[in-house]
């Protein structure tokens, strides 16, 4: 059906474009904001029947309140990548204190990201005007944005994947991308790459994973689980309790322990391992007469539910791999974070390789110089998405920083501190962050961190390269620079002799 096969697409280069939003925000990197006011435009009188929609700012930098006005229809937009209640209190105050209530009868915000599930205004902002503002209607983002684009007819939803095509779709760009590997660089780089051009790396890793996957129905009974983990020395689970908890629960009551790199969906297992293998602990707890054999696009390319329990799926395999590498996932931040060696806070540094041998500190500690305490640790860390284009799986890497007070515990100056460190890094140190991440991650040829006489499982996720384009116009590093502070200069002289590009405190 033209309409369900448009509409996909249309979820599919949204997603892309909210990535995007959210990778560059996460950097500090603003402009793509900026220019997401012009994209828009065209989107937005398609959807709402809008022609006279302009960008505000084009008459007025400062416009306030808003960014976006069709002053025939009366309708107004604020585009933002700053999803909270203070910030739409903020709008709404400069939106009525300039009067452009009486100009517009509706105001609506666009979150560039994704919005809140709900949404505080202050009663006193409100009751300046008789104007209709309603969160649950006038506040959209993406996915508000699909579910009225499933309202229009066939033909404007086709004007709408077009738009989205030249506009947000990365296949033109990943069209143009190479993997840096040594067939591409033979068959384009010295094609393309000259002294007036370098070459431009995403944050997006190519991987691929095993052709088979496995499926059973789960053979657990919930409720004699649950109630024999409310015993001594059971997980004591709530009635509540996931599919995957009660997975887990049922394995250790069958004095069991197995890694985590499997996900359960709709009553059933699901993973790369080989159930039909009769050592596997996962067979204990699956009705064995209904395993069965698929592959991986079988799964995912049913619908998007099957495709994000599939993402789940890549993320608790990188999970039980980065594992051995000492890196671990903390779930409330939704980081991977590089933690001290042998469960003690010393500084961690690791070797690695890209044009010259450098070494990295992952892991640094800082102490108080009256108390020669502890005074905090910084840990390299990273954020990482799915990404599934073209039918070729990525994971996307968004270096970030993780602040403990002695190593394990996180600090309660957490964020003032990530905050200072994001404030004083320039593009040069997040890329370098990035390559060296990527490079880590990579590097699967290691002895184990471990004591125990446990051997490194490679894990079932292959790594490939960066995805990088050549031909981007060179820029010159020095000029960009000319008004860093020298510290800063030194260190961004050299992108690999000068890592890890350490700040001072």
Not at 139 to 166: A, F, R, T, W, Y
Not at 387 to 400: A, Q, V
Request: glycine residues 2%; hydrophobic residues 35%; contains cysteine.
């Amino acid at each position: 059906m033209r309409q369900l096969e448009l509409i996909h697409k249309i979820i599919e280069q949204f997603s892309v474009f909210v990535a995007q939003i959210k990778g560059a925000s996460s950097i500090n990197l603003y402009d793509i904001n900026i220019l997401s006011e012009y994209m828009l435009i065209p989107l937005f009188k398609e959807i709402f029947q809008l022609s006279a929609l302009r960008n505000v700012n084009d008459d007025d930098k400062n416009y306030p309140g808003i960014d976006l006005a069709d002053d025939e229809n009366r309708v107004a937009f604020q585009i933002t990548s700053t999803a909270t209640s203070s910030k739409l209190n903020q709008t709404l105050n400069q939106f009525f204190k300039h009067e452009l209530d009486k100009k517009y009868d509706r105001l609506y915000f666009y979150i560039l990201t994704e919005k809140q599930s709900s949404y505080t205004i202050k009663r006193d902002i409100l009751n300046q005007s008789n104007f209709d503002f309603s969160p649950s209607r006038d506040i959209l983002d993406s996915i508000s944005l699909i579910k009225k684009i499933q309202g229009l007819d066939l033909n404007s939803i086709e004007n709408v994947h077009s738009i989205l095509e030249n506009q947000f779709s990365i296949h033109q760009r990943l069209s143009s991308f190479t993997i840096n590997n040594e067939s591409a660089n033979q068959s384009n780089a010295h094609d393309i790459e000259s002294e007036t051009s370098e070459k431009l790396y995403s944050n997006l890793l190519e991987i691929t994973f095993p052709n088979k996957l496995y499926i059973a129905y789960l053979n657990i009974d919930r409720k004699n689980v649950i109630k024999s983990s409310r015993v001594d020395g059971g997980g004591y689970l709530k009635n509540s309790a996931s599919a995957r908890d009660i997975v887990r629960e049922s394995l250790n009551q069958k004095r069991m322990k197995f890694a985590n790199d499997w996900t359960c969906h709709e009553n059933k297992l699901i993973t790369f391992h080989d159930l039909n293998d009769n050592l596997i602990p996962l067979r204990e707890i699956v009705d064995e007469g209904t395993i069965e054999e698929f592959e991986p696009e079988e799964f995912y390319l049913i619908d998007k539910d099957h495709e994000n329990v599939f993402k789940g799926l890549l993320h608790y395999c990188l999970m039980r791999y980065l594992y051995q590498k000492n890196i671990e996932w903390k779930h409330e931040d939704r980081l991977f974070v590089f933690m001290p060696e042998y469960g003690e806070p010393k500084k961690r540094q690791i070797r690695w390789f890209s044009k010259v041998n450098a070494t990295r500190t992952v892991f640094d500690l800082y102490f108080n110089p009256k108390t020669d305490k502890i005074s905090y640790c910084k840990h390299l860390a990273f954020e990482t998405h799915y990404r599934r284009y073209d039918n070729r799986w990525f994971i996307e890497i968004i270096p970030h920083w993780y602040i403990t007070s002695n190593g394990f515990k996180k600090s309660y100056y957490a964020s003032e501190k990530i905050k200072w460190l994001k404030r004083n890094e320039r593009n040069q140190h997040v890329f370098n962050h990035l390559k060296f991440i990527a490079s880590y991650i990579k590097e699967k040829e290691q002895l184990s961190l471990f004591d125990d006489g446990k051997q490194f499982f490679p894990g079932f996720i292959t790594f490939k390269q960066l995805l990088s384009t050549c031909g981007h116009p060179r820029i010159n590093d020095i000029e960009w620079n000319w008004d860093e502070e020298k510290e800063k200069k030194k260190s961004l002289n050299d992108s690999q002799q000068s890592l890890p590009c350490e700040f001072l405190y």
